[in-house]
């Protein structure tokens, strides 16, 4: 028996093994069986030129055996490994009503969902609003109606009253001393945390604390500067113990005493000079600059002071 034909028999029975493993673990990927496929159709491509090296009911079989695999192929690629035992399931439906389709959802889906998200998240699963969603939750009885957005109240002298209900949480009763005390022992796990993050750890205790009354309640350094964005001449900083737009005008204008008053600023010199600091998002330069600013000497200080105030007793007040 001549070589080749022997390496075409090994040759196909590592093929026959893969095929078997792809038809019983990639049924549905169509690239990865494509690519089956193609090794298939190689190997008869391969073995046709020494076709009369076979036996010739050898080749007819090897013929039928490539045939049955290409076949098996092709349809393992339109199943899928994991087909659904029943019909999808319906959970909404549109219903004539003379006009636009009403939207009809499960009352026992709508139900499950809602425990698990609101209308907002899950205005996209059923292809309608929130608002939409609201109404049906309270059609079914499954949320209560809130509040009017106003009551009229007849006075005794004949004038009408108009009072306003608020959806907002109830604000904390936490006093400053306790306010101060629930920080510290925040920052004491997390030094790190900013005003943000402080809200939120608030708020996961159940406390609802206005941003003005946290700003208030710890010792603030913040660092302004001001960058050349051509030269990066760092033209003004400073640190401050308050964020307030005065602050920030007064470093800029320290600055423009300095070094001049530069070509380009957002909205004009006039409007930045007398109406105060406003938003610009083409800062690239300045926020580079703040990774050396933070890591250089700002993270040092913090930790510095955050010691001084947690351990030995500071009074930022």
């Avoid at 609003?129 to 109240?153: F, H, K």
């Avoid at 913040?222 to 030269?231: E, N, P, T």
């Amino acid at each position: 028996m001549s070589e080749p034909v022997e390496n075409l028999r090994i040759a196909y029975h590592i093929l026959e093994r893969n095929v078997n493993r792809s038809l019983r673990t990639q049924r549905g990927d169509s690239a990865q069986l494509s690519l089956q496929v193609n090794e298939a159709l190689q190997f008869l491509q391969a073995a046709e030129p020494h076709r009369a090296a076979f036996p010739a009911t050898e080749y007819a079989t090897l013929q039928q055996s490539i045939t049955a695999m290409v076949s098996l192929l092709d349809e393992a690629r339109h199943l899928s490994s994991d087909p659904p035992e029943g019909p999808n399931l319906v959970v909404s439906q549109r219903v004539a009503t003379g006009g636009r389709p009403r939207l009809e959802i499960d009352r026992h889906f709508l139900s499950e969902a809602l425990d698990l998200r609101g209308p907002s998240h899950l205005a996209a699963v059923f292809g309608c609003s929130a608002r939409t969603i609201r109404r049906r939750a309270l059609l079914y009885g499954l949320a209560q109606p809130g509040q009017p957005v106003y009551t009229d109240t007849r006075q005794t002298d004949g004038t009408i009253t108009r009072s306003y209900s608020s959806t907002a949480r109830p604000v904390s009763t936490l006093t400053d001393d306790q306010l101060d005390t629930l920080l510290t022992s925040i920052l004491e796990v997390f030094p790190d945390f900013g005003r943000r993050m402080l809200t939120g750890r608030l708020k996961s205790a159940g406390h609802h604390v206005p941003r003005a009354r946290i700003t208030a309640s710890y010792l603030r350094i913040v660092i302004h500067a001001f960058v050349d964005g051509k030269s990066r001449l760092v033209t003004g900083i400073r640190v401050s113990n308050n964020n307030t737009a005065i602050t920030v005008l007064d470093i800029f204008r320290a600055a423009v005493a300095e070094h001049g008053l530069p070509s380009r600023v957002p909205r004009g010199a006039a409007g930045f000079i007398h109406l105060g600091p406003v938003r610009i998002v083409h800062n690239t330069r300045i926020e580079r600059m703040w990774y050396d600013v933070t890591h250089g000497f700002g993270h040092k200080w913090k930790k510095f002071f955050t010691d001084l105030e947690v351990q030995h007793g500071l009074n930022p007040q």
